[in-house]
C-alpha cells in the first residue's frame, strides 16, 4: 500500500506543477483572496409576476415562506409544507463527501438508506428495509425524467459514475412516490437536479487522481447566459478510468474451509475458514466492466419558455464469483467450472434527451409541456456466460396544468403516456449481439404502453393547517390499472414546529421481460400501502431537529422465487421504524446526525415460494436477510479560516442479524439434507459482526480560482479490515472490505 501512495504522490505532483506553471495559472497563484462557497446566482422566476428573483438577496425567513415547486408535490408549497420527508443533498455537499459515485454519496447522507453487494446483479440500495436483489423499488430521475431501466433491472444508471460535477444538487424523497412519478417509486425518489445557466457561469476544470482504489477522471463543465438574460447554455464532458483496489487492500472473505473433491479443481481449494480469497481472477473492488472509461455528457439549453437538454452515461461495474461456484458437489457448481473464465459483472450506455415548454396561460395558470426519448443498451456477464444483453428504448409525452384557484386553494392535473420496445438487438455494445432474456432463452421484439393520469390538490386551511390529496391512475398494457393515492395533513401550531400525517398507498409493474413472458394481460402489481408521521422543529437559527415514524409499511412483494426461479409475487413484507435527524450550524461549522431504525414484524410467503428477503417464515429469527436493523450517520464540516476546510463523514451499520439467521436457516437445512456443503462454516459470526466507515477530507483554497483537497476513504480498515466489510445479500456470508485509500483533487475556475 505504502508503495501505491508513493507512487500516486509522484504522478499528482507531477500534473500540479505542470498546470500551476501553464499561463492559465499564471499571476493567480500570487492572489491572497479566497472563498470557500462559490457565490453562484440561482434564478427563480415569480409565477405571479414574472419578475426574476436572486434567491441569494433574500433571508432565510423570506426563503422558508417562498413558494417553489418541489420533487415531492405537483403544486407549489411553502418547504416545511412539503408533504414528505425529504434530504436534499447540495453540490457543496458533494464535495465536502468525496464520495466516487452515487452508491457512496447517498450512503453518506441520507437517513436509513443502506448499500450492499450482489454477485449476480448490479450493487444494491434500500431505504426503510426494502430492498431486494434488483433495484426495482425505486426511481432515479435527472431533471424529473426517470430515468430506470424496465426490461429486466431497475436503476443502473448514473450510480456507479465517478462523474459528479454536473450535478446542482440532488433531492431524495424518503417513502413512497408513485402518485407523483408513477409506477416503481415504491420505497424512494432520487431526482438528480443538474446545472444550468442559471446555477453556473464560467468554465471549470476538475481532475481527480485515486490511489489503492486506483481511479482517475477529468469533468469539465461551463455555462454561459445569454446577452439578453434570456436563457443560456450548459455543458459538462467527463471521462474517467476506474481500476479499483485489489484483492490485497480489498479481501473477499470466504466464510468456511473450500476444499476440492478428487474428481474435479476448484479455483479456490486450500482457502481456509476466514482467510481471503486470491485467487488470481478476482476482479478489483470497483473495477469497471471491461475496463471500459466511464464517460458523461450533458447539454442544456434554455431560452424564453423552452428547455431542451440531451444526457449521455456508460459505465458498469465487475464483481466477484458467486459463492456456489467455489464448492464442491454436491451443493455447489464446482463440476460447472469452465475455462476460459470471463470476468463477471454488467455494463450499460444510455442516451437521453428531453424538450419542454412551460407556458403561462394567465396569471394564475400554467402549462408544462415535454417530450422525451432514451436508449438504454445493458449487458449482464455472470461466470462463463452472458445471460442478458438487450437494448431498450422508451418514448415519454407529459402535459401537467397548474392552477392556483386561490390563494388557499391550489390544482396540478395532468396527463403522461409511454411507449416502450424491448428486446431490441444491441449493435455490440459493449460485446454480444445476442438477445438473452433472464432465462436464458431469446425474446423475440415487443412494445407495450402506459396511459397515466394524475393530479393533486392543495388547500391552505389556515395558518396552522393544510391539506394535500393527490392520486395517480397507470394503465399498462400487461398489467391490471394501477392506482396510487395519497393524502397528507400538515399542523404548523408555531413558526417553529410542524407535524405532518402522511397516508400513500405506491405501485411498481413487474419487469417488461418478466410481463412478456408471462404473456398475462392483468398481472397483478406491487403495492406498498404506508402511514408516516413526521415532526420537524427550527429549534433555532443553529439547530434544526426532526423525527420520522413509519409506523405501518405493509408491501405485497414482487421478487426473485427461488422455487419457479422467476420474478413474481413472493410475500407480504411488513415493517416499522423511525428516523430521527439532527443539524447543528454555524458559519463555520456544520454537523449533523442520523439514526434510523427498522424492524420486520411479519413476513408471509406466497404458497411455495422461497425467498431470499428474511428467514423468518422458515422459523428463523424476525429480521430481513439484507438488512442492518440500526443505522447511524453522522457528518460534520468546518471552516478552519479563509483558505482551509475539514470534512469527515461517518457511517456505522450495527449488525446483520437477519443476515445471520438467514444463513443459519441455510446451514441447517442443508446439514439436514445430508449434503456436507454450506456456505458458511458452524459458529460463523465475522460477517453479522458491526461495520463502521470513517471518511476524512481537508480542502484548500489558495486563490479565488483554484481548489485542492485530498480525501482519505474507509480510514478504520488501516487497524481491521473487518471494519470495512459490506455484505453481499441472500444467503451469501461472504463479505467483502473496501480498500482504505486516498484521493487528491484538483478544480480550476476560468
Same mark, same amino acid.
Given at each position: 500500500?505504502?508503495?501505491?501512495?508513493?507512487?500516486?504522490?509522484?504522478?499528482?505532483?507531477?500534473?500540479?506543477?505542470?498546470?500551476?506553471?501553464?499561463?492559465?495559472?499564471?499571476?493567480?497563484?500570487?492572489?491572497?483572496?479566497?472563498?470557500?462557497?462559490?457565490?453562484?446566482?440561482?434564478?427563480?422566476?415569480?409565477?405571479?409576476?414574472?419578475?426574476?428573483?436572486?434567491?441569494?438577496?433574500?433571508?432565510?425567513?423570506?426563503?422558508?415562506?417562498?413558494?417553489?415547486?418541489?420533487?415531492?408535490?405537483?403544486?407549489?408549497?411553502?418547504?416545511?409544507?412539503?408533504?414528505?420527508?425529504?434530504?436534499?443533498?447540495?453540490?457543496?455537499?458533494?464535495?465536502?463527501?468525496?464520495?466516487?459515485?452515487?452508491?457512496?454519496?447517498? *450512503?453518506?447522507?441520507?437517513?436509513?438508506?443502506? $448499500?450492499?453487494?450482489?454477485?449476480?446483479?448490479?450493487?444494491?440500495? !434500500?431505504?426503510?428495509?426494502?430492498?431486494? /436483489?434488483?433495484?426495482?423499488?425505486? #426511481?432515479?430521475?435527472?431533471?424529473?425524467?426517470?430515468?430506470?431501466?424496465?426490461?429486466?433491472?431497475?436503476?443502473?444508471?448514473?450510480?456507479?459514475?465517478?462523474?459528479?460535477? *454536473?450535478?446542482?444538487?440532488?433531492?431524495?424523497?424518503?417513502?413512497?412516490?408513485?402518485? #407523483?412519478?408513477?409506477?416503481?417509486?415504491?420505497?424512494?425518489?432520487?431526482?438528480?437536479?443538474?446545472?444550468? +445557466?442559471?446555477?453556473?457561469?464560467?468554465?471549470?476544470?476538475?481532475?481527480?487522481?485515486?490511489?489503492?482504489?486506483?481511479?482517475?477522471?477529468?469533468?469539465?463543465?461551463?455555462?454561459?447566459?445569454?446577452? =439578453?438574460?434570456? !436563457?443560456?447554455?450548459?455543458?459538462?464532458?467527463?471521462?474517467?478510468?476506474?481500476?479499483? +483496489?485489489?484483492?490485497? /487492500?480489498?479481501?473477499?472473505?470466504?466464510?468456511?474451509?473450500?476444499?476440492?473433491?478428487?474428481?474435479?479443481?476448484?479455483?479456490?481449494?486450500?482457502?481456509?475458514?476466514?482467510?481471503?480469497?486470491?485467487?488470481?481472477?478476482?476482479?478489483?473492488?470497483?473495477?469497471?466492466?471491461?475496463?471500459?472509461?466511464?464517460?458523461?455528457?450533458?447539454?442544456?439549453?434554455?431560452?424564453?419558455?423552452?428547455?431542451?437538454? +440531451?444526457?449521455?452515461?456508460?459505465? !458498469?461495474?465487475?464483481?466477484?464469483?458467486?459463492?456456489?461456484?467455489?464448492?464442491?458437489?454436491?451443493?455447489?457448481?464446482?463440476?460447472?467450472?469452465?475455462?476460459?473464465?470471463?470476468?463477471?459483472?454488467?455494463?450499460?450506455?444510455? @442516451?437521453?434527451?428531453?424538450?419542454?415548454?412551460?407556458?403561462?396561460?394567465?396569471?394564475?395558470?400554467?402549462?408544462?409541456?415535454?417530450?422525451?426519448? /432514451?436508449?438504454?443498451?445493458?449487458?449482464?456477464?455472470?461466470?462463463?456466460?452472458?445471460?442478458?444483453?438487450?437494448?431498450?428504448?422508451?418514448?415519454?409525452?407529459?402535459?401537467?396544468?397548474?392552477?392556483?384557484?386561490?390563494?388557499?386553494?391550489?390544482?396540478?392535473?395532468?396527463?403522461?403516456?409511454?411507449?416502450?420496445?424491448?428486446?431490441?438487438?444491441?449493435?455490440?455494445?459493449?460485446?454480444?449481439?445476442?438477445?438473452?432474456?433472464?432465462?436464458?432463452?431469446?425474446?423475440?421484439?415487443?412494445?407495450?404502453?402506459?396511459?397515466?393520469?394524475?393530479?393533486?390538490?392543495?388547500?391552505?386551511?389556515?395558518?396552522?393547517?393544510?391539506?394535500?390529496?393527490?392520486?395517480?391512475?397507470?394503465?399498462?398494457?400487461?398489467?391490471?390499472?394501477? #392506482?396510487?393515492?395519497?393524502?397528507?395533513?400538515?399542523?404548523?401550531?408555531?413558526?417553529? *414546529?410542524?407535524?405532518?400525517?402522511? $397516508? %400513500?398507498?405506491?405501485?411498481?409493474?413487474?419487469?417488461?421481460?418478466?410481463?412478456?413472458?408471462?404473456?398475462?394481460?392483468?398481472?397483478?402489481?406491487?403495492?406498498? *400501502?404506508?402511514?408516516?408521521?413526521?415532526?420537524?422543529?427550527?429549534?433555532?437559527?443553529?439547530?434544526?431537529?426532526?423525527?420520522? !415514524?413509519?409506523?405501518?409499511?405493509?408491501?405485497?412483494?414482487?421478487? $426473485? /422465487?427461488?422455487?419457479?426461479?422467476?420474478?413474481?409475487?413472493?410475500?407480504?413484507?411488513?415493517?416499522?421504524?423511525?428516523?430521527?435527524?439532527?443539524?447543528?450550524?454555524?458559519?463555520?461549522?456544520?454537523?449533523?446526525?442520523?439514526?434510523?431504525?427498522?424492524?420486520?414484524?411479519?413476513?408471509?410467503?406466497?404458497?411455495?415460494?422461497?425467498?431470499?428477503?428474511?428467514?423468518?417464515?422458515?422459523?428463523?429469527?424476525?429480521?430481513? @436477510?439484507?438488512?442492518?436493523?440500526?443505522?447511524?450517520?453522522?457528518? %460534520?464540516?468546518?471552516?478552519? =479560516?479563509?483558505?482551509?476546510?475539514?470534512?469527515?463523514?461517518?457511517?456505522?451499520?450495527?449488525?446483520?442479524?437477519?443476515?445471520?439467521?438467514?444463513?443459519?436457516?441455510?446451514?441447517?437445512?442443508?446439514?439436514?439434507?445430508?449434503?456436507?456443503?454450506?456456505?458458511?462454516?458452524?459458529? $460463523?459470526?465475522?460477517?453479522?459482526?458491526?461495520?463502521?466507515?470513517?471518511?476524512?477530507?481537508?480542502?484548500?483554497?489558495?486563490?479565488?480560482?483554484?481548489?485542492?483537497?485530498?480525501?482519505?476513504?474507509? #480510514?478504520?480498515?488501516?487497524?481491521?479490515?473487518?471494519?470495512?466489510?459490506?455484505?453481499?445479500?441472500?444467503?451469501?456470508?461472504?463479505?467483502?472490505?473496501?480498500?482504505?485509500?486516498?484521493?487528491?483533487?484538483?478544480?480550476?475556475?476560468?
Amino acid at each position: 500500500m505504502v508503495d501505491k501512495l508513493l507512487s500516486f504522490g509522484w504522478r499528482f505532483v507531477i500534473v500540479a506543477v505542470m498546470v500551476y506553471s501553464s499561463p492559465i495559472f499564471a499571476g493567480e497563484a500570487e492572489e491572497e483572496k479566497a472563498t470557500l462557497v462559490e457565490n453562484e446566482t440561482a434564478n427563480k422566476k415569480d409565477t405571479s409576476s414574472g419578475q426574476e428573483v436572486d434567491l441569494f438577496d433574500m433571508s432565510i425567513e423570506q426563503l422558508m415562506e417562498m413558494e417553489v415547486a418541489s420533487t415531492a408535490t405537483l403544486t407549489e408549497s411553502k418547504p416545511r409544507l412539503v408533504p414528505a420527508a425529504v434530504t436534499t443533498v447540495t453540490e457543496e455537499q458533494i464535495q465536502a463527501s468525496g464520495a466516487r459515485s452515487l452508491f457512496e454519496l447517498l *450512503d453518506i447522507y441520507v437517513p436509513n438508506l443502506q $448499500w450492499v453487494r450482489n454477485t449476480w446483479e448490479a450493487e444494491n440500495m !434500500g431505504l426503510r428495509g426494502i430492498m431486494t /436483489d434488483r433495484d426495482d423499488k425505486y #426511481l432515479l430521475l435527472v431533471n424529473g425524467r426517470v430515468m430506470n431501466e424496465r426490461t429486466h433491472y431497475g436503476v443502473v444508471s448514473e450510480r456507479d459514475l465517478v462523474l459528479l460535477k *454536473d450535478i446542482h444538487h440532488i433531492d431524495i424523497v424518503r417513502g413512497p412516490g408513485s402518485a #407523483l412519478y408513477g409506477p416503481g417509486a415504491v420505497s424512494m425518489v432520487i431526482n438528480i437536479v443538474t446545472h444550468n +445557466a442559471g446555477t453556473f457561469q464560467g468554465t471549470e476544470i476538475t481532475s481527480r487522481l485515486g490511489a489503492v482504489e486506483e481511479f482517475y477522471s477529468t469533468e469539465i463543465r461551463h455555462g454561459h447566459k445569454f446577452d =439578453d438574460g434570456d !436563457g443560456g447554455f450548459f455543458g459538462y464532458a467527463g471521462i474517467g478510468e476506474y481500476r479499483g +483496489a485489489d484483492k490485497f /487492500d480489498a479481501p473477499l472473505i470466504v466464510t468456511r474451509d473450500l476444499t476440492g473433491m478428487a474428481d474435479m479443481a476448484i479455483p479456490a481449494a486450500g482457502t481456509l475458514e476466514g482467510d481471503p480469497l486470491l485467487h488470481p481472477s478476482i476482479p478489483n473492488d470497483g473495477e469497471a466492466y471491461r475496463n471500459l472509461p466511464p464517460l458523461k455528457f450533458y447539454g442544456e439549453i434554455t431560452r424564453g419558455s423552452w428547455d431542451f437538454w +440531451a444526457r449521455y452515461t456508460r459505465g !458498469g461495474k465487475q464483481f466477484p464469483w458467486d459463492p456456489q461456484m467455489l464448492t464442491s458437489d454436491p451443493y455447489g457448481w464446482g463440476g460447472a467450472w469452465i475455462l476460459p473464465y470471463v470476468d463477471p459483472g454488467y455494463g450499460y450506455q444510455q @442516451a437521453t434527451t428531453y424538450i419542454g415548454r412551460l407556458t403561462e396561460l394567465g396569471e394564475r395558470t400554467n402549462l408544462d409541456l415535454s417530450l422525451s426519448y /432514451d436508449m438504454f443498451d445493458f449487458e449482464r456477464q455472470v461466470h462463463t456466460w452472458i445471460l442478458e444483453a438487450f437494448r431498450e428504448e422508451k418514448y415519454i409525452g407529459k402535459a401537467v396544468i397548474r392552477h392556483n384557484i386561490h390563494e388557499k386553494h391550489k390544482l396540478a392535473f395532468g396527463t403522461e403516456v409511454l411507449h416502450g420496445e424491448y428486446g431490441n438487438r444491441s449493435p455490440g455494445w459493449p460485446h454480444s449481439e445476442t438477445v438473452i432474456s433472464q432465462i436464458g432463452s431469446p425474446v423475440p421484439q415487443w412494445s407495450t404502453n402506459m396511459y397515466s393520469v394524475f393530479g393533486e390538490y392543495q388547500w391552505n386551511i389556515n395558518k396552522q393547517w393544510t391539506t394535500f390529496l393527490g392520486g395517480r391512475i397507470d394503465d399498462h398494457t400487461y398489467t391490471k390499472q394501477m #392506482l396510487s393515492p395519497r393524502a397528507t395533513l400538515v399542523f404548523t401550531p408555531t413558526e417553529k *414546529d410542524t407535524y405532518k400525517l402522511m $397516508w %400513500a398507498r405506491s405501485v411498481r409493474a413487474n419487469y417488461e421481460e418478466q410481463l412478456k413472458l408471462a404473456a398475462e394481460g392483468d398481472s397483478r402489481p406491487e403495492k406498498l *400501502d404506508s402511514i408516516e408521521l413526521r415532526y420537524e422543529r427550527t429549534h433555532s437559527k443553529n439547530l434544526d431537529l426532526a423525527a420520522t !415514524g413509519f409506523v405501518h409499511y405493509n408491501l405485497e412483494l414482487i421478487g $426473485w /422465487d427461488g422455487t419457479s426461479m422467476q420474478t413474481v409475487p413472493i410475500a407480504t413484507q411488513r415493517d416499522w421504524g423511525f428516523e430521527l435527524e439532527a443539524a447543528y450550524h454555524t458559519d463555520n461549522t456544520r454537523v449533523a446526525v442520523s439514526h434510523g431504525y427498522t424492524k420486520l414484524y411479519s413476513f408471509n410467503l406466497e404458497p411455495g415460494a422461497w425467498s431470499y428477503v428474511s428467514a423468518k417464515d422458515f422459523g428463523y429469527g424476525d429480521d430481513l @436477510a439484507r438488512w442492518s436493523n440500526h443505522i447511524t450517520k453522522l457528518t %460534520a464540516q468546518h471552516k478552519l =479560516d479563509d483558505q482551509w476546510k475539514l470534512d469527515g463523514s461517518m457511517r456505522v451499520y450495527w449488525g446483520f442479524p437477519g443476515h445471520k439467521d438467514f444463513s443459519h436457516y441455510v446451514h441447517d437445512a442443508y446439514a439436514s439434507g445430508g449434503w456436507p456443503d454450506s456456505l458458511a462454516a458452524e459458529g $460463523w459470526q465475522r460477517s453479522y459482526r458491526t461495520a463502521s466507515y470513517l471518511n476524512l477530507g481537508l480542502q484548500h483554497h489558495p486563490s479565488k480560482n483554484l481548489t485542492l483537497r485530498v480525501d482519505g476513504y474507509y #480510514l478504520l480498515g488501516i487497524f481491521n479490515k473487518d471494519f470495512n466489510k459490506r455484505i453481499y445479500g441472500g444467503n451469501n456470508p461472504f463479505y467483502r472490505s473496501h480498500a482504505p485509500a486516498v484521493a487528491l483533487s484538483m478544480i480550476y475556475k476560468f
